[in-house]
């Protein structure tokens, strides 16, 4: 099956610092989406990007899918951001999503 | 609507128990899908279906059984836990093909 990779696993930021995180898999994709944990462990759905590039306030993500990576960018990062953010893709058909190991991501005043 | 529910939040069983996680949508979707969450780990897919009646497995499939009797009904069933679910759990649901829209998550614990 198609294999996740995100990067960095791990995140230190300042409040108001920008960042991206990097998602690569392994086959063509169907579906990319982008969630953020919070630290109550709700998931939060970010993006549905299967391929182009998406924006929703201080959050942009782009799919290049011919390259087989997604980028998710976090401008003027806030505490709220804090969390673990996973990528999870399905490849060949059907709605079987896989998910990379996420980045942790701690902002800090 | 209410999305995806997931009934109970939290569960402690001792090994040899069974029990059901519960899962509902009202947004009339007919993929539906249970995960895994284990520590410091992306979640991985236990059981999915694409429809009533149509059930099949995932990643992690042993030790737990599904069913799909409506479209917005998915019930997770552990016959015999063990110490290794421990985990917490997520239902998925979305339209084929589409964005998938996760309920709030149980946490168990086996004892």
Redesign the interface.
Known sequence: GIQVEQSPPDLILQEGANSTLRCNFSDSVNNLQWFHQNPWGQLINLFYIPSGTKQNGRLSATTVATERYSLLYISSSQTTDSGVYFCAATAGGGNKLTFGTGTQLKVEL | NAGVTQTPKFQVLKTGQSMTLQCAQDMNHE?M?W?RQDP??????IH?S?GAGITDQ??VPNGYNVSRSTTEDFPLRLLSAAPSQTS?Y?C?S?Y???????G??T?LTVL
């Open positions: 993929y899908s995960y410091g780990m992306g979640l991985r897919l999915y694409v995932g990643e917490v997520f998925a979305s084929e093909g589409g964005e998938q829209f996760f709030p998550g946490r």
